[in-house]
């Protein structure tokens, strides 16, 4: 996709707009101009957002779910040829990860629980590999993509593709929301029913203050997945964001090219640090609140 055929506005809308696919009321495209209703994929953010939540998006689900795979054969192939011997680069590598995250696990978690270390393993490195695809360069693989769906008879113009799933709520919330089932499921198995239901009418102020005690303890609860999603997904947004209007500054003249290709080199090494302090912040916070489900209080 080449910023010199779309509007700065159109350029930057095109690269936040995910492949979707849904179905299209009839009364919905009638409305926005839409030449076909139905089951389809969508032609522009307008006929996307007339989908409704039960739209998918493919590339988002796509690219997360590939990543996955590719962490679990990278991992399973390292496991199956590890050595007791002198061990190579991958190997010492996975180690490493391995490592560092039990000893963030042993550090932060006091309950016994065989699943937590495998789901910080697992947190860690998916949400790190989500995130590097935003040191792909922006318009590399929308292009490559829009061009292959031109064999196709696509216009490219009309054609999406975001490759970092990080940067769409829908996949930031997925994970939060997962954890906080994890979070109820051991509140409840650990404390029982009652156990947990006094934990959030009982403290901090005692029985008096059971109203004031469900409201601060109801609120902290629920901000658990909010804060765990908004904070992966606001701050890959913002440099999905910041590599685009980056990529804006192409194609005018020599000066722009060399300004844009001294920011962009600045900003991905910069944002090396960041893609990997969220994926860790993501990973602490899950095995914390873990910690928290298995807490008794007496």
């Known amino acids: 996709m080449s910023s010199e055929t779309l509007t700065a506005q159109d350029y930057i809308q095109h690269h936040l707009t995910n492949l979707t696919l849904g179905w299209l009321p009839q009364d919905a495209a009638a409305s926005i101009g839409a030449e076909h209703w139905g089951l389809k994929f969508a032609h522009n953010l307008e006929e996307a957002t007339a989908m409704g939540f039960w739209a998918l998006h493919v590339d988002s689900m796509l690219w997360s779910v590939g990543l996955g795979y590719l962490f679990y054969r990278w991992f399973r192939k390292v496991a199956e040829n590890a050595t007791a011997g002198v061990p190579g680069p991958a190997q010492n590598f996975v180690e490493w990860i391995v490592d560092f995250v039990n000893e963030n696990v042993r550090g932060s978690f006091t309950g016994k629980n065989d699943m937590v270390a495998p789901l910080a393993l697992t947190i860690f490195v998916w949400i790190f590999l989500m995130?590097?695809?935003?040191?792909?360069?922006?318009?590399?693989?929308?292009?490559?993509?829009g061009q292959f769906m031109s064999i196709f008879g696509a216009d490219p113009h009309h054609v999406y593709m975001r490759v970092v799933p990080t940067t769409d709520p829908n996949v930031t919330f997925g994970m939060s929301l997962t954890v906080f089932a994890l979070t109820l499921y051991y509140s409840f198995k650990m404390k029982g029913a009652l156990g947990f239901a006094g934990e959030l009418t009982l403290q901090p102020f005692g029985k008096l203050g059971m109203p004031a005690n469900l409201l601060l303890e109801g609120i902290n609860l629920l901000s658990k997945p909010l804060s765990l999603s908004l904070r992966l997904f606001g701050n890959m947004y913002a440099g999905e964001m910041i590599f685009i209007l980056i990529a804006l500054m192409y194609g005018h003249n020599l000066v722009l090219d060399m300004s844009g290709g001294v920011?962009?080199?600045?900003?991905?090494?910069?944002?090396?640090?960041?893609?990997?302090?969220?994926?860790?912040?993501f990973m602490v916070l899950t095995i914390v609140y873990l910690d928290m489900a298995h807490q008794t209080h007496h």
């Open 131 to 145: 995130n590097l695809m935003d040191l792909v360069p922006v318009d590399l693989i929308p292009w490559a993509f």
């Open 263 to 281: 920011l962009q080199l600045a900003w991905a090494i910069f944002h090396i640090l960041i893609i990997t302090l969220q994926a860790f912040i």
